[in-house]
């Protein structure tokens, strides 16, 4: 549902310039699903063609991979997942390049991007990883934004198994800082914010696991090291059980949560704000928001998939590139 969803958000903005990459057939097919005016669809070639659009326009980027027929609803094979692999890079180059201020994407499908072999795909677990190393950002952070609450993660694709080990304090500490500056970026002064325990009940002081005692406590204190020389000014508490840490947060007696793997975080991000929480990518040298849910191919074709979500990203990503230009 990617491409309905793209349009119709694109369609509901006001007051920036959006520029769609992909499939122009599917995207006008898109647009007549989600009843958008063909002519608001405009083909752009650069940035004065883009700089020049007609409120209310929207630009199909002219250097799009373009499938070979178009896909059938709901059913993606290997060319349709190097396509969307290609879509991911060629808008990441338009704003790395100062074409376009701030990328937002769409749901993409992991499992047709890495099994499509497509150079590069084989590696695919998401855009976060696939941006940090095409970008070669130093360090980067997932986290998701809404109204009711900011969180980022520690850990992301990474199975549960594998997540105590992957916890450490240099990784506490990048989720937190990045944290405190998206906050700061959000207009929060001296953000609040909450480093969520990975064991039940805080690992009750050891008896549940010890990740709080030797992880998560160090890297607290790094993260405030870190803070105090590069800001902004934070309070940073915890380790907080997680339970506890997200309720303070959706009351409003804190301004984030650091959790410690994905569905920690996930699952109170989407039972508060889903539809509307934007997932974020925190280090990169660009701006990247995206929508918070996945490709739901069961709605492709519909023309009632929620846009919402990707109204929110591009909202989002608008405000986060303001303030990185000031």
Same mark, same amino acid.
Do not use: Q
């Given at each position: 549902m990617g491409p309905e969803v793209a349009v119709a958000g694109a369609a509901s903005v006001e007051g920036a310039r959006c520029v769609l990459v992909g499939d122009e057939a599917i995207t006008r097919r898109a647009a007549r699903l989600v009843r958008v005016a063909a002519r608001r669809l405009v083909v752009v070639d650069g940035r004065a063609a883009i700089e020049e659009l007609a409120p209310g326009a929207i630009g199909l980027w002219a250097g /799009? #991979?373009?499938l070979s027929r178009p896909s059938a609803f709901g059913r993606p094979e290997a060319e349709d997942g190097a396509a969307q692999l290609a879509w991911i890079d060629a808008a990441t180059d338009l704003v790395r390049e100062g074409v376009a201020a701030?990328? $937002?994407?769409? =749901?993409? /499908?992991?499992? #047709?991007?890495?099994? /499509?072999?497509? =150079?590069?795909s084989a590696?695919?677990?998401?855009?976060t990883e696939h941006l940090g190393r095409r970008l070669r950002a130093r360090e $980067?952070?997932? *986290?998701? *934004? /809404?109204g009711k609450l900011v969180t980022a993660l520690v850990t992301t694709h990474v199975p549960l198994r594998e997540v105590p080990d992957a916890v450490s304090p240099r990784e506490v500490a990048r989720a937190a800082v990045w944290l #405190? !500056?998206?906050?700061?970026?959000?207009? !929060?002064?001296? =953000?609040r914010v909450a480093v969520a325990a990975l064991n039940p009940h805080a690992g009750e002081g050891g008896l549940l696991g010890d990740e709080e005692q030797v992880r998560i406590t160090p890297g607290i204190r790094l993260a405030a090291r870190r803070l105090s020389r590069s800001g902004p000014a934070a309070e940073l508490t915890g380790p907080v059980g997680a339970e506890t840490a997200f309720r303070l947060a959706a009351r409003g007696a804190l301004d984030g949560v650091v959790a410690m793997y994905h569905d920690q975080a996930t699952i109170p991000s989407k039972l508060l704000g889903f539809g509307e929480a934007v997932n974020v990518t925190l280090g990169l040298p660009i701006v990247r928001t995206s929508v918070d849910h996945g490709t739901a191919y069961d709605l492709a074709g519909t023309g009632r998939a929620d846009p919402r979500g990707m109204r929110e990203a591009i909202v989002l990503a608008a405000q986060l590139a303001a303030a990185r230009a000031r």
């Open positions: /799009s #991979a373009r701030a990328l $937002v994407t769409g =749901p993409a /499908s992991k499992h #047709a991007i890495a099994t /499509s072999g497509a =150079p590069g590696d695919f677990l998401g855009h $980067v952070t997932m *986290a998701f *934004a /809404s #405190a !500056r998206l906050l700061g970026d959000l207009g !929060r002064e001296r =953000p």
